[in-house]
């Protein structure tokens, strides 16, 4: 397995970053009343910027990500913490169906099989379980000029339908911010994330 955040994994926790995950765990926290015996699955965690801020709320979380190096930056703040549990690999490695709580803040685009990923949450979580996820909606391709990826943002109506054949109901999605990001030309370039609140069915 290629990493390919292995040489951007020790500068990630930038002011940037770090912003752009706070406002994700503050529109989640608008839309979802957490509940301390939940479990949580955080899906492309990095090195842990969102569910960190929601672990002292939870029971639990599981940190999974394919980039050992992003979770060895994680690994570093973890230490000594008993209700983490860290997984380096793709979701469908994770078998047990007692997940209550799935996050994922602008890693769906780096999956490849979307629809593969949400038919295994739904085989991982238990009844009524939530799913918040952030991702850019559909972009020209600039966001990632420097890398191949495998979506160029979604058409959240296609993504929406995704989930429900799933088995997952959509309850919120909407854009909840933009990001600017400056392109080699010089200009910047404007991308929306949309953030999806749906529960198991
Ligand atoms: C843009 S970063 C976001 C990291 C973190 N969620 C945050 O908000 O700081 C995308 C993350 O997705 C991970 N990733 C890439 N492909 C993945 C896959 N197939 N399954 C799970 N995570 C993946 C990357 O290793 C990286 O850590």
Not at 10 to 39: A, G, T, Y
């Amino acid at each position: 397995m290629i990493d390919h955040f292995a040489h951007k994994a020790n500068d990630w926790d930038q002011p940037e970053k770090i912003r752009m995950s706070e406002k994700f765990v503050e529109e989640l926290m608008k839309l979802v009343d957490i509940e301390p015996q939940w479990k949580a699955f955080e899906i492309g965690a990095g090195t842990g910027l969102v569910g960190l801020k929601l672990l002292p709320m939870l029971k639990s979380c599981v940190f999974e990500d394919t980039s050992e190096a992003m979770l060895d930056v994680l690994r570093t703040k973890v230490s000594g913490l008993s209700n983490v549990e860290i997984l380096h690999g793709e979701v469908s490695e994770y078998t047990r169906p007692d997940i209550d709580l799935i996050i994922s803040n602008m890693a769906f685009h780096h999956i490849p099989d979307i629809a593969a990923t949400l038919h295994h949450l739904h085989t991982i979580t238990t009844s009524g379980a939530v799913v918040v996820v952030s991702d850019l909606r559909a972009e020209d391709g600039s966001f990632h000029y420097f890398e191949p990826i495998p979506h160029r943002g979604f058409d959240t109506e296609n993504l929406a339908v995704i989930f429900r054949k799933a088995g997952f109901l959509i309850e919120v999605l909407k854009t909840y911010n933009i990001i600017h990001k400056k392109q080699p030309s010089g200009t910047i370039g404007d991308y929306e994330q949309f953030i999806l609140k749906a529960h198991k069915l």
